[in-house]
């Protein structure tokens, strides 16, 4: 099983009371799904360290769960913030889906995008 970013896991095996094993199909089903919301925060994690790294975006971030991000920013900033940030994550996330979606938005081959300040206009 893999996430779309080539993440690889091996299925577990279960048995049932007749000593038959068989593969979790909970498993099978959701380790693709979520391993790939994984690979969209990370990347997009990157992204944003990359910014505020070179002081182009003044934020803090405080935590991470599942498919959110909380961070604080200053007020005068928020609405910029969350929009340049909700870009961001539905960039990231077409970036690793134009494997099945050709037609989505350039990539390159480290998984990144090309031009990022496109984002925040």
């Known amino acids: 099983i ?3 970013n080539g993440r690889i896991r091996r299925p577990e095996m279960a048995m049932k009371a007749h000593k038959k094993s068989y593969l979790n199909y909970t498993q099978l089903v959701n380790f693709p799904i979520q391993s ?4 969209f925060l990370k990347l997009t994690l990157r992204i944003l360290y990359s910014l505020m790294s070179s002081n182009q975006l003044q934020i803090n971030i405080v935590l ?3 498919d959110e991000i909380v961070l604080t920013c200053s007020k005068k900033n928020a609405q910029t913030v969350q929009n340049l940030v909700s870009g961001i994550m539905a960039f990231t996330a077409g970036c690793r889906a134009t494997y099945f979606i050709p037609t989505g938005p350039e ?6 995008f090309r031009n990022w300040r496109q984002l925040g206009g």
């Open 2 to 4: 893999t996430s779309l």
């Open 36 to 39: 790939t919301c994984s690979d």
């Open 64 to 66: 991470t769960a599942h």
């Open 107 to 112: 990539c390159s081959s480290r998984g990144g």
